[in-house]
T-cell receptor, first 114, second 110 residues
């Protein structure tokens, strides 16, 4: 029973490039949360998705960031035209019942923008 | 919006010591989470509790809903317990997203 899978584990991009981060939730989980951890800072909520729907994106920057969770396949966090300030660890977590159960975290993707 | 405060920020202990990490929050909640972030960066959920006490091995979590306070205890600490311990509470509404404390960095010396 695989846990939450994130890939890649490490991603290096130059300023202006696009970054795509993938998250496959635990089997049977249909709720996915994305969180960002900036260097030396705590985790911050970005977006909450269910299959094919964005439920809450109040933590997402208004520009350059988007997320999706298609009917088939992993959830994708996409960052366009990356800047150095996007360098961070991005974690996704999944659960089978929003707000009521433990969230299971992936190992994270560490994005470095050169 | 809930504010989450953890103390201490850093903690160094000798192997075998009893450890206590504290978490306070400002707005009433339905449940509180304790997480462990390993030196390699991975995050593990330790507990989710809404009242009383939960125990798992050498880890004990307690919560006082009226006081808006939770503690995480580690008995007979070991160097492998060295990690950052994070408490988190629901962000409000019914969406289930979490608001996190800044974490307590624990270092257990042999």
């Amino acid at each position: 029973n695989a846990g939450v899978m994130q890939n890649p584990r490490h991603l290096v991009r130059r300023r202006g490039q696009e970054a795509r981060l993938r998250c496959s939730p635990m089997k049977g989980h249909s709720h996915v949360y994305w969180y960002r951890q900036l260097p030396e800072e705590g985790l911050k909520f970005m977006v909450y998705l269910q299959k094919e729907n964005i439920i809450d994106e109040s933590g997402m920057p208004k520009e350059r960031f988007s997320a999706e969770f298609p009917k088939e396949g992993p959830s994708i966090l996409r960052i366009q035209q990356v800047v150095r300030g996007d360098s961070a660890a991005y974690f996704c977590a999944s659960t089978n019942n929003r707000g009521k159960n433990i969230q299971y975290f992936g190992a994270g993707t560490r994005l470095s923008v050169l | 919006k809930n504010e989450v405060e953890q103390s201490p920020q850093n903690l160094t202990a000798q192997e075998g010591e009893f450890i206590t990490i504290n978490c306070s929050y400002s707005v009433g909640i339905s449940a509180l989470h304790w997480l462990q972030q390993h030196p390699g960066g991975g995050i593990v959920s330790l507990f989710m509790l809404s009242s009383g006490k939960k125990k798992h091995g050498r880890l004990i979590a307690t919560i006082n809903i009226q006081e808006k306070h939770s503690s995480l205890h580690i008995t007979a600490s070991h160097p492998r317990d060295s990690a950052v311990y994070i408490c988190a509470v629901p962000g409000g509404g019914s969406q289930g997203n979490l608001i996190f404390g800044k974490g307590t960095k624990l270092s257990v010396k042999p």
